[in-house]
């Protein structure tokens, strides 16, 4: 199924997305980043999320400015203005999905397998919302190919398995879906991100609902 929609809520991302042993390497400084995006995507709405979001994008330039060399301050950078844009909604959000788009890159060059693998899920994500050419840069094929990999580096994350659900749901491939929810439903908890798993699987839950409905 193609798709030329406007960019979605991300949700994010984009989750996302350290064990235990990869956050301990994570600085205070992104680690505040990533205690913070999990507040605004989950207990704000409407203007408000998007204001937080935009004040947040603010915020993550300081973290990279300070933090050039450090993977997970870029990847962290890309999600929120990720969901920053899926927030705000419309072909407004397209700048902010592009500029989410180069820091998952620069945090790709810096250490691909960061966060394990958050960058691919999370571009992922981006390729399969953002508008096809000439208006944007979305590529279901590069969509589901970072999805896969995504998947491959982290087998048993929540966010990881969620994302590539959502795909399947979208492709009415209900069955498949609702194994990998299943799969994010029962990932291991992440210590310092019981809200982050919390709305996760608030999110698993509706899905889960909604193939049981259609079934």
Known sequence: MKRQTLIIVIGFLC???????????????????QQRWAEVNYLLKGKSQVEAFNTLIEDARKVTDTNAENAEAWIWSGIIRSS????????????????????????MTLNADALEGSAYTSLGVLYLNVPGWPVGFGDEEKGVEYLKKGLELSPAGIDSNYFYAEYLFKEDAYAESARYLNRALNAPARPGRE????????????MLQEIELKS
């Not at 990869?22 to 400084?29: G, I």
């Not at 809200?195 to 509706?206: F, N, P, S, V």
């Open 15 to 33: 989750s996302m997305f350290a064990a235990a042993t990869l956050q301990a390497q994570m600085t205070p400084e992104v680690e505040a980043l």
């Open 84 to 107: 920053y844009a899926g927030a705000k909604g419309g072909l407004g959000a397209l700048s902010a999905a592009k500029a989410a788009k180069a820091d998952l890159e620069k945090g």
């Open 195 to 206: 809200l982050a798993d919390e709305g996760r699987h608030g999110e698993i839950e509706a």
